[in-house]
């Protein structure tokens, strides 16, 4: 059993940074796979950044070389640095981790990006 809680999200304006936690707490061993997903209004939900199996990591398209994912083994902890927000970056974020062969996600955390 995983537990995700997110924190960090908010209102910002274009060009602005904002930066994502989440935390991991519950009965485990460790969690190899974490990341984070988004989902905008009337859009399916879509990865943003996620941490592989093997250590690697996965970033979707749209925020390449602008969003960073780190990682807090220790405290099972994720984290997403966002950079150079534009508009299209609205969403809710969730945390992911992937455990047992089963899929957990926080409750979600909104990111708004307006002027």
């Known amino acids: 059993q995983v537990q995700l809680v997110e924190s960090g999200g908010g209102l910002v304006q274009p060009g602005g940074s904002l930066r994502l936690s989440c935390a991991a707490s519950?009965?485990?061993?460790?969690?190899?796979?974490m990341g984070w997903y988004r989902q905008a209004p009337g859009k399916e939900r879509e990865l943003v950044a996620a941490f592989t199996r093997g250590g690697g990591t996965n970033y979707g398209d749209s925020v390449k070389g602008r969003f960073t994912i780190l990682r807090d083994v220790a405290r099972n902890a994720v984290y997403l640095r966002m950079n150079r927000l534009n508009t299209e970056d609205t969403a809710v974020y969730y945390c992911n981790a992937v455990y047992g062969g089963l899929n957990y996600w926080g409750q979600g955390t909104q990111v708004t990006v307006s002027s």
């Open positions: 519950g009965r485990f061993f460790s969690i190899d796979v």
